[in-house]
């Protein structure tokens, strides 16, 4: 797999691993860490950045974001997504620069353009004053050679509320209130300049106290580390690390894709046009930019994660529900929204492993299987999967579905355009299945292998599952222990 931070991942998992191993072994202290600082980064020479001194203190902020900190000790902040702001000093001060195209002509038109006096000529080119600068694009629209080039910062290109900044010294900023927590900008900066908080060390307090600590594995977990890790495999896994037990979240998707049909068949009635509840990104593109439309059309259904949880709680009231998936959002659903009855952490499937072989375990093929789920539940990894999945369950109960148009948004832009359509009321189709991701979770940012590698292997052990109805499979689930109603916990949910 080859992605833009591929040293920055291995980066952080390093110090995950590290920060793990010292937690399993009831060594973490300052002096401990410091240590592991020091290992990483040796000197006297530096290995990836200009000094060992800048590695020991990017290495610093990574540690507090591995201990569930903010990564600044100076600077809180509330988002679960945070700037290393020492490693985030290597970009261009300023998007527009000149390039060896310029001519000096004698027109200076890019010159004459610009009304912030932020163009001066050189011996060589024209040149360009950061500090002057107001990004306007005239003089690049000016210039006859197109010799001056537009330069997108790469955590800036895939946001797609337009969330991040620049201060003064050129260092990213997040605007909290605009940030729908996708966690595309992380793997898009190849300095690792962006990263996002760790629960490893609540996770393994848990289970080094005696806790009952269930893990729940997203669908798009099948397949992230080939073909013979199969669901069962995982589970052996986790169980040998402390976990009392692993649930397959796809088990969700079949709660959550039985419930959502009841509220389609009620909205085809009412002749009222819906948007589906699964993925956290899109719930907090809604909630912080189009609130109307996450009043009026969110449907009222918990995630499969917070179903699994929800689960997971009504049989062991005092348990500890972990989710592990590709989704930097579903940290943000854990932690930041207040669901009740959510998951209590969330790790990303690197931090999964970094955890596992902190205490020298690895994943392992097995010879037993294991199936919570249908597979539709396991379809909900993939665009398009939740919609086929609740149009599943409603032909389970005898209702006509070809009528119905369903508008599959992957990708944040995608969605976006869903999302104006169906504010403007030009929605054509009866309802919107959004995943910020492109392709789905399959595709998330923290995904552990690409994505044509993942859909192979998925299609492999996928293969393998029976073929249960989703409704048959739910029959054996006590879905009256429990509410599947966002806000609510203990009351139950609809039949």
Same mark, same amino acid.
Request: hydrophobic letters at 35%.
């Given at each position: 797999?080859?992605? /833009? ?26 002096? #401990?860490?410091?240590?592991?600082? +020091? ?31 903010? $990564? ?16 985030c ?6 998007? *527009?620069?000149? #390039?060896? /195209?310029c ?7 890019c010159l ?7 163009? %001066?000529?050189?011996?060589?080119r ?8 107001r ?5 690049a ?5 197109g ?10 290109r ?7 900044? *620049? ?6 900023v ?15 900066c190849?300095?690792g ?14 289970? =080094?106290?005696g ?12 397949? &992230? ?15 040998k690390?402390?976990?009392?037990d692993?649930?397959?979240?796809? !088990? ?6 039985? *419930? ?24 907090n593109?809604?909630?912080? +930019?189009?609130p ?5 059309n ?7 994660m ?7 709680? $009504?049989?062991?009231p005092d348990?500890? #529900? ?19 009855g /959510? ?12 955890? !596992? ?11 037993e299987?294991? &199936? ?5 539940? =396991?379809g ?6 939740v ?5 599943e ?7 006509? %579905? ?7 948004? #992957? ?11 169906? &504010? ?13 991701c ?19 292997a ?5 293969a &393998? ?24 916990? /203990? ?5």
């Open positions: 797999m080859i992605r /833009n931070d591929e040293g920055a991942v291995a980066l952080k998992h390093r110090v995950v691993e590290g920060i793990s191993r010292l937690a399993w072994n009831d060594e973490l202290n300052e002096d #401990t860490k410091d240590e592991l600082i +020091h290992s990483i980064s040796p000197g006297p020479h530096a290995t990836w950045r200009c000094c060992v001194y800048k590695e020991r203190e990017i290495l610093r902020w990574r540690i507090r974001l591995a201990e569930n900190k903010d $990564a600044s000790p100076l600077k809180p902040v509330n988002n679960i997504i945070q700037v290393i702001d020492p490693a000093e290597e970009c261009p001060l300023s998007s *527009y620069a000149v #390039t060896d /195209n001519r000096l002509c004698l027109g200076k038109a004459n353009s610009c009304r912030f006096g932020a163009i %001066t000529m050189t011996d060589t024209a040149r360009i004053d950061p500090n002057k600068c990004e306007c694009g005239m003089c629209s000016a210039c006859p050679y010799a001056i080039a537009h330069l997108i910062r790469p955590c800036k895939p946001c797609p509320v337009d969330a991040i900044s *620049y201060d003064e010294y050129g260092i990213c997040i605007n909290e209130e605009k940030c729908i927590r996708c966690g595309q900008c992380i793997h898009s190849p300095f300049a962006i990263g996002s908080k760790v629960h490893v060390l609540d996770i393994i307090k848990a289970i =080094k106290e806790k009952q600590v269930y893990a729940m594995c997203a669908p798009a977990i099948e397949g &992230q580390y080939g073909g013979d890790i199969s669901m069962a495999a995982i589970r052996a896994a986790l169980k690390a402390g976990f009392t692993m649930v397959e979240v796809g !088990l969700g998707g079949d709660m959550t894709a039985a *419930y959502e049909s009841a509220e389609w068949a009620e909205a085809i009635g009412e002749g009222r046009k819906m948007t589906t509840s699964c993925c956290p990104a899109f719930i593109l809604l909630m912080r +930019h189009y109307d439309v996450f009043e009026k969110m449907s009222s259904i918990v995630s499969p917070c179903a699994v949880s929800r689960f997971l709680k $009504a049989r062991h348990c500890i #529900t972990v989710f592990i998936g590709p989704c930097i959002a579903k940290k943000s659903e854990s932690q930041e929204m207040g669901i009740e /959510n998951a209590d952490y969330v790790l990303t499937f690197g931090e999964m492993t970094s955890m !596992l072989k902190g205490k020298d375990i690895e994943l392992e093929p097995v010879a299987t294991y &199936q919570e789920s249908s597979v539709f539940g =396991k909900f990894a993939s665009s398009g999967g919609a086929s999945a609740v149009i369950c409603m032909k389970e109960r005898g209702q006509d %579905t070809d009528a119905i148009k369903v508008r599959k948004c #992957t990708g944040g832009k995608d969605c976006i355009v869903g999302v104006k359509l169906l &504010q403007a009321g030009r929605l054509p189709e009866d309802f919107i299945e959004a995943m910020i492109e392709g789905g979770c399959v595709g998330g940012p923290s995904r552990h292998a690409a994505e044509n590698e993942v859909r192979k998925r299609a492999s052990l996928i &393998q599952a029976d073929r249960r109805g989703i409704l048959d499979n739910l029959e054996d689930y006590p879905m009256d222990s429990f509410s599947m109603v966002r806000g609510e916990m /203990n009351r139950p949910g609809r039949d």
